[in-house]
């Protein structure tokens, strides 16, 4: 039985045409899927009980449902999704001021295995298809609504997986975030995390240019990024760079660079000064990042590093902030939740 939200709109003519009912039926069913991210045929109630029931007998509707789900002392939300296929992914809310961020994964698990990264440290299994990931949206939204009383206002890309290795569905979501006949968002309130698949970096500035896009760095070092980022084998810094001077020559959008500072790896001036040379090419803003302890070999960077680190980007006339790390003590550095689900079944 084929998943209702994963067959065309021709498809579903076909089928309600068949079924002789009328062309505007099309409209509000996509209105039940995609505005109000319904997960049954029966939460359909402008519809027939008749269609409603033929829709059954013909279409299953898999969706995503919440597991689990942790409070951080700031008041951040942790979430352990369950897909229709038993697979776990995760997903945060960050609110902050009038603001709700919700952090979103793309894959189930991630292939790239940074090694700094919890996520990287599981399995990789599949990709998301866009009606999970539009799932991870409107389930956190409804949290976001009972726990703040506001509604999700920015989306990041930035949890489990590399969206630029799911781009077809990553690109499905965010027209379904930003379409009228989807969530009609702004796409200026989205954030697109990449690890720096050059190829598709091109394809996000003719396609999405009003979408913000973040490069996780971490270091602008060619063989230290090789050892944390195996990916900078295949996708140089050189031509990574060349492709962030591209996208920023399209969309005259700053690049924000993410930078997570390793004690003894990546935090010292002459770091500092490489991502300085890496940044030369196009604007930018830099996150740095203080290392969210995921049982791994690294150790977070010393307060004194960190604000010596930004002292010296500052002195060269850099956009640098400190994000605040949230959520710590609910594990919310990505993958650390399934993980830690992974290890009690095995144990």
Not at 229 to 235: F, L
Not at 256 to 269: A, F, K, R
Not at 271 to 283: V, Y
């Amino acid at each position: 039985m084929k998943d209702i939200r994963k067959i065309s709109t021709d498809e579903l003519s076909l089928f309600l045409s068949e079924a002789g009912e009328k062309r505007f039926r099309i409209k509000q069913i996509e209105e039940w899927l995609w505005q109000k991210g319904v997960h049954s045929f029966d939460e359909m109630k402008n519809l027939s009980l008749s269609l409603r029931e033929k829709l059954k007998s013909q279409f299953s509707l898999e969706h995503a449902i919440i597991s689990q789900k942790v409070q951080s002392n700031d008041k951040s939300i942790k979430f352990l999704f369950t897909l229709h296929d038993k697979h776990t992914i995760e997903g945060v809310l960050i609110p902050a001021g009038k603001r709700v961020t919700a952090c979103i994964s793309v894959q189930v698990g991630c292939p790239l295995k940074c090694r700094f990264c919890a996520t990287g440290q599981g399995e990789y299994q599949r990709n998301l298809h866009y009606s999970e990931i539009f799932d991870q949206i409107i389930l956190m939204n409804r949290e976001a609504q009972l726990n703040y009383d506001k509604e999700i206002s920015h989306v990041v890309f930035m949890g489990m997986g590399e969206p630029l290795l799911n781009y077809e569905n990553v690109k499905k979501a965010i027209e379904i975030f930003t379409s009228q006949t989807g969530l009609n968002r702004s796409p200026s309130r989205i954030t697109l995390s990449t690890a720096g698949i050059v190829d598709k970096i091109g394809q996000v500035a003719d396609e999405f240019p009003k979408i913000g896009l973040a490069i996780s760095l971490h270091s602008a070092d060619k063989l230290k990024r090789e050892f944390l980022m195996p990916i900078t084998k295949t996708n140089s810094l050189e031509n990574l760079r060349e492709a962030l001077r591209d996208y920023y020559e399209k969309t005259k959008q700053r690049i924000s660079i993410e930078y997570l500072l390793l004690s003894g790896i990546n935090d010292s001036e002459q770091d500092a000064n490489k991502l300085l040379q890496f940044c030369k090419a196009f604007p930018v803003k830099i996150n740095l990042i203080p290392y969210n302890s995921t049982d791994l070999h690294f150790q977070r960077a010393s307060e004194k590093s960190i604000q010596d680190f930004k002292s010296y980007l500052e002195s060269k006339n850099l956009v640098v902030t400190i994000r605040q790390s949230r959520g710590q003590d609910i594990a919310a550095a990505c993958g650390q939740l399934a993980g830690r689900l992974r290890n009690s079944i095995k144990s």
